[in-house]
């Protein structure tokens, strides 16, 4: 049996750490001889010393974390938790893909056999030594594993935003608010309406002052002292002369164009404030936001939740799969719902209520709804979980003759026949199989594929290990290349068709695979 190194993984810079561990500690004593001294409230100095904590924080934790794999087991530490298990109790070491900024952050996660996930403080990728570094850790750990335990995958498992593995928590948490936003916009909207109404049909005030406290118009007279025009998107104002009838009005910045410093102005008054401003050359009025408005706001939250729901019906059908196979893409459910929301949203608009007025109405709503259906029929078979090798093209659809024939593919390995991955499509013609840079017409930068050392050993689904280069609907051959495993993707038509030909006319038969859901 081959002996394999024990893996150790620290912070890289031994003195930074201690620095900044001895910042925090300068800034709490600091702190803490301030606040004695003085016996007064927190001043300056007790502030700097206050923000030098989490400084001392950081370093403390990056002085602590290590992470230990030998014969006997793994284990880690941090400033606050310790683990460890034997390789016998683990089950899988696998790799978490987080979404950064500007990168995805690789993570290394170990699946102990009937109990708890670990995400290890380290190694994270990239690191400072570079992707390949980090890569070579995570083999190191894995050859731990293979060496003295059992693991359940003969592969690398990579869990991405795509794989069956990720969480729909937050797809779920998102779906529960924009639902409450819709609820709360849908008993908002009468509210709006009565508003609205209240506001066209009010009628001026009876001479009576007293009659000024009611639902009714008083008019008032007064002067523009200045205009305040935002050129951002905050509101502009309009000031009033001895600040009569009050000192000054929020209004759009269209509405502050129109009016200028010494225009006399009538103000109308409602429900205790200034709701219209009529000058010689320009008018201002408050916009009351119709019931329709909040009731296509409603139906938007109902929309978004839908979206986000798809993403957690995806995850549910895909829940017996292998944890790093990717799911098909919720994009046909996002078709189905701007489809729907191409005649709802009108329909909300003219009917707050969702209760048709006539029958031209009747009909909008109807056809509309089957025309839903009909679409969401159509997103959910789209994203159903197909079982490899069962989409594949016809024998009869081989090249014949002298035509080529250019199909969209990738080898993901670079060989002598795929430099440095250059393909990205495969000919089929008399001329035999090759990989070619560019979708045709001619065979310029060909490389002929030697097919007589190809052997198909079995056709899956993606996983999340096989690179942001496949997209989700294609399928993955993996060949042995004279006694090299390599990886070819394709449509799954296209690749039916392209190793039949690799094959001469025998259809290859692909490995079990999960059912259509």
């Known amino acids: 049996m081959s002996s394999v190194p024990a893996v150790t993984c620290r912070t890289r810079s031994k003195r930074l750490p201690w620095f900044f561990l001895g910042a925090g500690a300068a800034g709490l004593i600091l702190a803490v001889a301030r606040l004695v001294i003085t016996g007064g409230p927190p ?34 530490r941090t400033l606050l938790r310790r683990r460890s298990a034997r390789w016998e109790d683990i089950a899988d070491v696998r790799v978490y893909l987080q979404r950064g900024r500007h990168s995805d952050i690789h993570r290394v996660e170990v699946v102990t056999r009937g109990g708890p996930v670990w995400r290890l403080p380290l190694p994270v990728g990239p690191s400072s030594e570079g992707q390949a570094a980090y890569d070579d850790t995570v083999e190191a750990l894995r050859a731990l594993h293979r060496l003295h335990g059992t693991p359940e995958s003969d592969h690398l498992v990579v869990i991405t935003a795509s794989t069956a593995g990720r969480g729909s928590g937050l797809a779920a948490v998102l779906c529960a608010l924009f639902l409450a936003g819709a609820a709360l916009a849908a008993w908002f909207a009468p509210v709006v309406a009565e508003t609205k109404l209240a506001w066209t049909s009010a009628v001026p005030c009876a001479a009576d002052s007293s009659a000024r406290d009611r639902d009714c118009l008083t008019t008032l007279s007064s002067v523009i002292a200045r205009t305040e025009v935002n050129k951002g998107r905050g509101s502009s104002y309009l000031f009033f002369a001895d600040g009569r009838p009050i000192d000054r009005l929020a209004v759009s910045r269209e509405g502050a164009q129109g009016f200028e410093a010494g225009d006399r102005a009538e103000l109308t008054l409602w429900r205790g404030q200034v709701r219209e401003v009529i000058g ?5 009025r408050e ?9 296509v706001v409603a139906a938007l939250c109902v929309l978004a939740a839908g979206m986000s729901g798809a993403v957690v019906v995806q995850r549910r059908r895909g829940r017996r799969l292998p944890v790093d196979e990717v799911l098909p893409s919720s994009a046909p459910f996002a078709g189905a719902l701007v489809g729907t929301a191409v005649w709802a949203l009108p329909y909300c608009y003219r009917h707050p209520t969702l209760v048709p007025d006539t029958a031209g109405d009747v009909v ?3 056809l509309g709804s089957l025309a839903s259906l009909a679409l969401f029929f159509w997103a959910w ?19 014949s003759g002298d035509e080529d024939v250019f199909l969209p593919a990738r080898f993901l390995e670079s060989t002598d026949y795929n430099p440095n991955g250059f393909g990205t499509h495969i000919v089929l013609g008399a001329d035999g199989p090759a990989v070619t ?3 045709g017409p001619g065979r310029f930068a060909a490389r002929p594929i030697p097919v007589e050392r190809l052997t198909v050993r079995t056709v899956r689904r993606p996983r999340g290990g096989d690179g942001d280069l496949v997209p989700r609907g294609w399928d993955i051959a993996e060949l042995d290349d004279g006694g090299r495993q390599i990886r070819l993707a394709a449509a799954p038509d296209h690749l039916g068709r392209i190793l039949r030909t690799f094959t001469n006319g025998r259809a290859p038969a692909p490995a079990g695979g999960p059912g259509e859901r």
């Open 280 to 284: 010689d050359e320009h008018v201002w």
């Open 381 to 399: 078979h789209a994203t159903r979980v197909r079982t490899p090798g069962t989409d594949v093209a016809s024998p009869t659809d081989t090249a």
């Open 43 to 76: 001043d300056g100095w007790v502030l700097t010393g206050l923000l030098l904590l989490p400084l001392g924080v950081g370093g403390g934790y990056a002085a602590v974390v290590r992470v230990h794999a030998d014969a006997d087991g793994l284990s880690y």
């Open 287 to 295: 916009h009351f936001p119709a019931a329709g408005e909040i009731t």
């Open 364 to 366: 909008w709503a109807g």
């Open 437 to 439: 840079p560019h979708p």
